[in-house]
């Protein structure tokens, strides 16, 4: 039972960090269409942002801080002016490609400059490891799983309960009835890649201390976050979290009970699952298109 409460509690925690990105993928499909495949090098990245931060002289805190200014402006503000809004007038398929070229560019492009040799990354939370129940609960885990969850709740509360979030929402739904109705779609647009740069950011500085900082990361988490999209809901913010939540813990579960040589297998096979059985995901709504 004690390894049980362990594995459980280890994978909320991972599973709460792919949410974060997964997240990501759900607000720009809302808000523009967009399914963006760097998505995992827009995780990785924030990590070398606090390094480099922190090689110039800045405390941990403060290169946070750094690394949260240049996300907002390269991958909020510039991804979206410089490769969104040029792409999107030829439809989905010539974005998707663009996406896929700017990941490689990126990681490329740390692999260049940085290494190819993972990086160490200050933690956050202190190294401590606590006793629940019988099962070794450590406080990385536990402080991971917090700041996920504060983090995507306030987004909610953020969308739901401010005039600047439903407004947002309204630009989600229906863009020209918004637009009708005084709301600067392209202001609310923005807000939500800029959001999504802010959740790429706390989920990078959250995973680096596990994984250390790596150019290659963004392979793994990118795909982990969009098949956590997808098997959630890919419409719905708390289908993303539901899906990122359910996927670290199969991905635990199977690792100590089937095999850890399969367990990158899992989420390929939940997937497919959820494609055959319920293609709108497990808290997704069907979504209707005349032809």
């Known amino acids: 039972m004690a390894e049980l409460i362990q594995i459980l509690i280890s994978g909320l925690a991972a599973g709460s960090i792919y949410a974060l990105a997964a997240v990501g ?4 499909w809302q808000a523009s269409q967009t399914i963006n495949f760097a998505q995992g090098e827009f995780v990785m990245l924030p990590a070398f942002f606090v390094l480099v931060g922190m090689g110039l002289g800045l405390p941990m805190w403060p290169a946070i801080g750094f690394a949260l200014i240049l996300s907002l402006l390269i991958l909020g503000a510039l991804f979206k002016k410089l490769v ?8 989905t398929l010539p ?3 663009a996406t896929i070229a700017l990941g490689l560019l990126m990681k490329e492009s740390v ?3 940085y290494g190819a040799t993972a990086q160490p990354f200050p933690a ?3 190294q401590k490891v606590y006793q629940f129940a019988g099962a070794s609960v450590s406080v ?5 799983l917090a700041v996920s969850m504060l983090a995507i709740g306030g987004l909610q509360l953020f969308l739901n309960r401010t005039r600047t979030g439903r407004c947002m929402q309204a630009s989600a739904q229906n863009p020209a009835v918004a637009e009708i109705l005084g709301v600067d779609v392209k202001r609310m647009v923005m807000y939500t890649f800029l959001i999504n740069a802010a959740l790429a950011t706390i989920a990078s500085v959250l995973i680096s201390p596990i994984y250390l900082a790596k150019f290659s990361n963004g392979e793994t988490l990118g795909l982990v976050a969009f098949i956590a999209a997808i098997v ?11 899906g990122g939540l359910l996927i670290g813990v199969i991905d635990n579960l199977s690792a100590v ?7 990158s297998a899992m989420p390929l096979i939940l997937l497919i699952a959820i494609i055959l059985l319920r293609p709108q995901g497990l808290l997704g709504t069907k979504e209707g298109r005349a032809v």
């Open 25 to 28: 993928f759900t607000l720009l």
């Open 84 to 91: 969104v809004e040029p792409m999107l007038p030829h439809g």
């Open 95 to 97: 974005l998707v490609i």
């Open 111 to 113: 692999k260049e400059f």
């Open 124 to 126: 956050i939370f202190p």
């Open 140 to 144: 990385q885990d536990i402080g991971n």
């Open 232 to 242: 959630g809901g890919f419409n719905q913010i708390r289908g993303a979290l539901v």
């Open 257 to 263: 009970y089937v095999s850890a040589e399969y367990r």
